[in-house]
């Protein structure tokens, strides 16, 4: 009886210190809009290990290569989740480095006749971009959903963008991946 007791709380023990462990505090995830632009493929991790509503940092990379034109976009940013599992408020702020290759024509008509004029290392997402390399300023604010002990998470952001062009204030973005 004594020998049953003993094993009973010794499990009751492991178990308890399994569930006082570190909390998942790292994603991988796909992300449509929001900081990489276009679409990236983002690791997101916690600074603090043990506690989701924190300080942490994302780093993503993305692109297309379409006939003579691409674009490849580096996303890096601070960012804090306030809440509790599995509902987080997420606000942060950051840069994307950029480089492109584009070539296209801009027509210009009157009334009487168009021209086309040949031009390059200028792209557009909202914003005008002129040279590359560049980089945009990028603000972050939205929800994002973390399952308790991790799993699949997802999430949709306003990600308002600047640079030397201008300010777009309704940019978005949505993502979906995996917590552990």
């Not at 509790?84 to 027509?107: C, D, L, Q, R």
Request: with cysteine; charged share 15%; proline share 4%.
């Amino acid at each position: 009886m004594k020998n049953l007791l003993f094993c009973l709380l010794l499990l009751g023990s492991i178990q308890l210190h399994a569930q006082q462990g570190a909390e998942p505090h790292q994603a991988v995830y796909f992300e449509v809009g929001g900081t990489g632009l276009i679409y990236t493929f983002n690791y997101d991790f916690r600074f603090d290990k043990n506690r989701l509503d924190s300080w942490g940092m994302k780093v993503g990379a993305g692109g297309y290569w379409i006939q003579e034109s691409g674009f490849f976009s580096l996303p890096l940013e601070v960012n804090r989740l306030f809440g509790n599992g599995p509902h987080y408020f997420e606000i942060g702020g950051g840069v994307t480095f950029m480089a492109f290759k584009s070539n296209y024509y801009v027509w210009n008509c009157d009334e009487f006749s168009c021209e086309g004029t040949y031009q390059r290392d200028r792209t557009e997402i909202v914003l005008p971009i002129n040279g590359s390399p560049n980089a945009m300023g990028t603000l972050n604010f939205g929800y994002r959903r973390i399952p308790v002990g991790g799993g699949i998470s997802w999430k949709v952001n306003l990600t308002p963008i600047y640079n030397q062009n201008g300010f777009w204030p309704l940019f978005a973005g949505a993502g979906i991946g995996y917590v552990f």
